[in-house]
C-alpha cells in the first residue's frame, strides 16, 4: 500500500529549545507506534512553531490519539503534503539540516498542476544567487500553502532568492539547528 506525506503544524505551549524537542521525540515515538514515521521536523529559532513531516498509510493512521502531544497549544493538520525538489529516499538517507522555512500561502487558482510547473520553470534561476541553496519543498494537496526549505547565510539572502522565482514570502522563519533532527530508524 502506497504511503502518503503528512504535515502537521505545532504552537509548544512553552516555547524553547528544549521543549520543542520533547514534542518532536513524543510525535516520533506516538507515529511509530501507529506504523507512521518522523520524517522530518523543523522548529523555528524562536521555538513558538515546529514542523513535523510524517509518513503515514494515510492520514487517518495519524488520527488523535497519535497528534495528541504534551505540551501543545495548537496542532494543525494532519494535511496530505507533496514532496517537491528532493528524492524521499534520499531526504530519509541524509537527513539534511535546513536555516530557513519560508511559508508561502498559495492563492486561489493555482492548482497542484499548475504550481508543479511554475515550480519547474523558476527554479533554475535559483541560480543566480549562488549562496542559497534550495533544498525542498512540502506543498500541500490542497495547494492551500507550501513550506520551501533553505539553506543561506541570512534571512535577507532567502528574501532575494524568493525575489528571484517572483514567489512571495508570507511567513520566514530561521530554524533552531540545537534541535536535532530525528534519527533514522
Known sequence: MPSSLALVEI??????????????????????????????????????RVFI?????????????????DGTTEVTGPD????????????????????????WDIPDGIDMDTYLARKKEKSPLYAEIPEVSFLRTYVREDV???????????ADAVVRAREIVSTPIDRLHALNSNVPAPSAP
Open 53 to 69: 513531516v510524517f509518513e503515514a498509510p494515510d492520514l487517518t493512521s495519524l488520527g488523535a490519539e497519535v497528534l495528541s502531544i
Open 144 to 154: 492551500d500553502k507550501c513550506l520551501c526549505l533553505y539553506n543561506a547565510p541570512d
Open 11 to 48: 504552537v509548544p505551549a512553552t516555547q524553547t529549545p528544549d521543549a520543542a524537542r520533547k514534542i518532536i521525540e513524543q510525535a516520533a515515538v506516538r507515529a511509530a507506534a501507529a506504523n507512521a514515521e518522523l520524517i522530518e521536523a523543523e522548529v523555528t529559532a524562536s521555538a513558538d
Open 80 to 103: 496530505s503534503v507533496r514532496l517537491v525538489g528532493a528524492d524521499l529516499a534520499d531526504l530519509k538517507a541524509s537527513r539534511p539540516e535546513a536555516g530557513y522555512l519560508v511559508e
